[in-house]
């Protein structure tokens, strides 16, 4: 972490909680979190529960987000979530290019460009993820495939809109796997990202966006994860869903 970069936990919760359920989570873990205040706390329920959640969090500590968002208003896209749907429940970020979209839904660079750009023209922050496979870590083209998938993705944004973006980078082998990556592992990527977008941008632009890591964080290694130079927060699956676990990697942020 660094003083300049206010540190953003978020949990993903992915297919996971009916609308009841997320209201007891999301109570839960505002009680837990009561009081924290240099730690942006962001929750990410199914679309189904972002009403419910939203309730439960305004004007509190807890900020909203969604899990994916469609890149047109409105049409014929059976199955697909808008930015102003979304904006309408105060939601205030969107994860876009999650790997488990990439890999089993297809999402291409491309799309995940247009969700971002579609979130950020509706005031809702995009939590963009890039993240290379095992294959490809073996390989030897980790730097390559995450210089692609974050040239790709952030293709064409502004100054102003990179500093609303926040990255995630998530290793497809350590996301969902319970194995994580070395923390010095894990640094040498998001310097290698922050490079990127001295390179694409400028350096106080670079400067000041924050790159989470993910995969398999956990309050046990929060701490260690977060303590490296570039690790910004952190962007947490299955951990998320428990409050009081959830609540520890939050304070280990602080
Ligand atoms: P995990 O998931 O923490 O369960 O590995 C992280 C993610 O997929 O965002």
Redesign the pocket.
């Known amino acids: 972490m660094n003083s300049n970069r206010r540190p953003i936990i978020?949990g993903?919760w992915?297919m996971y909680k009916t609308a009841a359920e997320a209201i007891a989570l999301v109570k839960a873990l505002k009680r837990e979190v009561e009081g924290v205040k240099d730690v942006e706390i962001v929750v990410c329920p199914p679309f189904t529960a972002l009403s419910a959640v939203s309730a439960v969090v305004q004007n509190g500590n807890i900020k909203l987000g969604a899990q994916n968002v469609h890149w047109e208003k409105e049409g014929a896209f059976t199955g697909e979530i808008s930015a102003p749907m979304l904006k309408e429940l105060f939601v205030r970020y969107a994860?876009v290019g999650?790997?488990?979209r990439r890999q089993l839904f297809g999402e291409t660079d491309a799309g995940v460009n247009k969700r971002a750009k579609a979130a950020l023209a509706n005031e809702i922050r995009p939590i963009v993820?890039v993240g290379e496979t095992l294959a490809q870590r073996e390989k030897g083209q980790t730097k390559t495939v995450v210089r692609e998938q974050v040239t790709g993705s952030l293709a064409g944004l502004s100054k102003d809109d990179m500093l609303e973006t926040v990255i995630?980078y998530?290793p497809v082998w350590?996301?969902?796997?319970?194995k994580?990556a070395p923390p010095a592992q894990a640094q040498e990527v998001h310097a290698l990202i922050r490079e990127l977008l001295v390179a694409a941008f400028d350096q106080p632009t670079a400067d000041k966006v924050r790159i989470q890591y993910?995969?398999?964080?956990?309050p046990a290694n929060a701490k260690e994860l977060l303590g490296q130079p570039d690790i910004d927060g952190?962007?947490?699956?299955?951990?998320?869903l428990d409050a009081r676990g959830f609540a520890e990697i939050i304070k280990a942020a602080v």
């Open positions: 978020a993903n992915k994860i999650h790997s488990e993820c995630a998530e350590a996301t969902g796997t319970g994580t993910g995969g398999s964080v956990k952190a962007l947490v699956g299955g951990a998320s």
